[in-house]
């Protein structure tokens, strides 16, 4: 029986992938931050079946422990600091997390169980300005975010231990992947939940900054695929996961609403732009600078033609039914609050 240790286990990723490992037999360890009200997150319905480790990225000790205790075989790093617009307001705590953490969980794996495979989350982000359409993995990165330089150093930082050490050590960079269990401050399930509660009257309507900017959306159940076929192989290397396609934050928002039965009407542009509801016509999106980034990264746009190649990888979900998802899971939870 393989044992496999995931950072971030309580998150979207970390619990698809849990549920995955678990599914092929895997003995299953999981780091969490000790916190003051235990919060299973998202593996609330499969606490009993994995081992939950207390360490923290930032302590290198702990996470030497850490290994110590689940004598992993493969090592997923899905910790860090994932909100981009947040990164702006704490860029030391997003370095030390997504790039110093990096090293440090490299370090643990290289002290105690140095044949172990270890695969990082490296980010799209990392393209930032992008250079080239579509992205691939010999895609020059220009990162405009603290959180994309964090993570790319955690990207090369893998290379180089993969290159000096010989380590088993892969980086997925995975483009924008969504999904029911996407957290509440990401614009896609802002979106989702705000057309559930519209819908039933809980609330008004919803504040989004940029409706142009453009992203390649997968479903992260898809993805966490990606990330274990990379770890099956017989040597490491980088993929890029993407669903080469790309769509506005104004197509998602059309899509979300259309999905709650709410047909949109734009009128205005700028920050004065509305989306109103085409049948009754109540404004149901408003644009708000204040959600505009200080460096937009305008468009992502990802060719995982070498994961589809090399890892037999392709996506499941398309963008209606992942969109359909978040929704339809989002007026379940909104249904339920009126009762």
Not at 142 to 154: C, E, F, I, Q, W
Request: with cysteine; charged share 25%; net charge negative.
């Amino acid at each position: 029986m393989k044992h496999a240790l995931i950072t971030g286990i309580t998150g979207q990723d970390g619990s698809y992938l849990a549920e995955l490992l678990l599914e092929k037999g895997y003995e299953v360890y999981g780091i969490w931050r000790r916190k003051a009200n235990v919060d299973y997150g998202n593996i609330a319905h499969i606490k009993d079946q994995v081992h939950l480790i207390y360490a923290d990225m930032t302590d290198p000790v702990s996470l030497i422990t850490a290994m110590k205790i689940s004598q992993a075989d493969e090592v997923y790093n899905l910790a860090a600091q994932s909100f981009v617009a947040s990164s702006w307001s704490t860029p030391l705590n997003t370095a030390e997390t997504d790039a110093l953490g990096v090293t440090n969980l490299l370090e643990a794996i290289r002290l105690v169980q140095p044949e172990a495979k270890f695969y990082q989350a490296s980010t799209s982000e990392m393209f930032g300005l992008v250079q080239e359409m579509p992205q691939t993995e010999k895609t020059p990165f220009y990162p405009r975010s603290p959180y994309g330089v964090a993570k790319l150093y955690g990207h090369w930082i893998t290379k180089n231990y993969r290159e000096s050490y010989q380590m088993f050590a892969c980086s997925g960079i995975l483009f924008n992947h969504e999904s029911e269990r996407r957290g509440l401050e990401f614009v896609t399930r802002k979106i989702s939940r705000a057309a559930a509660r519209i819908k039933f009257g809980l609330q008004d309507y919803v504040e989004l900054g940029n409706l142009d900017s453009k992203r390649d959306w997968g479903h992260s159940k898809d993805y966490v695929k990606a990330m274990w076929l990379m770890l099956q192989q017989e040597e490491p290397d980088d993929y890029v996961i993407a669903t080469n396609e790309t769509r506005t934050v104004r197509e998602f928002a059309e899509t979300a609403f259309r999905s709650a039965g709410i047909e949109i009407v734009w009128e205005g542009e700028g920050i004065e732009e509305v989306g109103r509801n085409k049948e009754n016509n109540q404004i149901v999106i408003k644009i708000n600078k204040e959600f505009f980034r200080p460096a937009e990264v305008d468009v992502l746009l990802g060719n995982p033609a070498k994961a589809e190649q090399k890892l037999g990888w392709k996506r499941e979900i398309d963008f209606q039914e992942l969109v359909s998802r978040m929704v339809a899971n989002d007026l379940k939870l909104a249904e339920a609050e009126i009762k």
